[in-house]
T-cell receptor, first 115, second 109 residues
């Protein structure tokens, strides 16, 4: 089945130790998003790619970086995780044309714990 | 004031009851999404609406563009429907979703 896959589902890292979260999709969607969701809060968009074009939200800290080496994969790099970065990180995809329009399809998320 | 408001914030009901969750928004939109998130889980897209009504199984979503209001209904509710339901809107050509605060639904057997 076509889907959005995130690895790992759970990630534990130490304060200041870089971590990379992975997202892959079999939907061949041209837009990929990374959201941060803290407990009991709505998801917050960090950035998105339209094909290879990177779009950063103005309030996304420099500590967060992203790479999209090809259509299928997108990575979220946290260069120096702090305790405040502990959250669920959600990847989503959408396609700008076609019958599904701009509906976003979400992955299961990666829960990041910072010790 | 949030651009997207949901009510109620929390809802507890008995199994079998008819459930309604409301969403009001203050901006012009190109589409409205209803999303479901189980505790500790990822998000599942339930509906994307730009007009009228959609139905999928026991779920029905309606939208009134003039009144800037949408409702999500669940018929014959079941404990597995217990989740947070999130309304999100998209404006114009902007890909960014603006999320509501979510409604936590608990269905008691």
């Amino acid at each position: 089945d076509a889907m959005v896959i995130q690895n790992p589902r759970y990630q534990v890292t130490q304060f200041g130790k870089p971590v990379t979260l992975s997202c892959s999709q079999t939907l061949n969607h041209n837009v990929m998003y990374w959201y941060q969701q803290k407990s009991s809060q709505a998801p917050k968009l960090l950035f998105h790619y339209y094909d290879k074009d990177f779009n950063n939200e103005a309030d996304t800290p420099d500590n967060f970086q992203s790479r999209r080496p090809n259509t299928s994969f997108c990575f979220l790099d946290i260069r120096s995780p702090g305790l405040g970065d502990a959250a669920m990180y959600l990847c989503a995809t959408s396609r700008l044309s076609g019958t599904s329009g701009n509906e976003q399809f979400f992955g299961p998320g990666t829960r990041l714990t910072v010790l | 004031k949030n651009e997207v408001e949901q009510s109620p914030q929390n809802l507890t009901a008995q199994e079998g009851e008819f459930i309604t969750i409301n969403c009001s928004y203050s901006v012009g939109i190109s589409a409205l999404h209803w999303l479901q998130q189980h505790p500790g889980g990822g998000i599942v897209s339930l509906f994307m609406l730009s007009s009228g009504k959609k139905k999928h199984g026991r779920l029905i979503a309606t939208i009134n563009i003039q009144e800037k209001h949408s409702s999500l209904h669940i018929t014959a509710s079941h404990p597995r429907d217990s989740a947070v339901y999130i309304c999100a809107v998209r404006s114009g050509g902007n890909e960014k979703l603006t999320f509501g605060t979510g409604t936590r639904l608990t269905i008691i057997p």
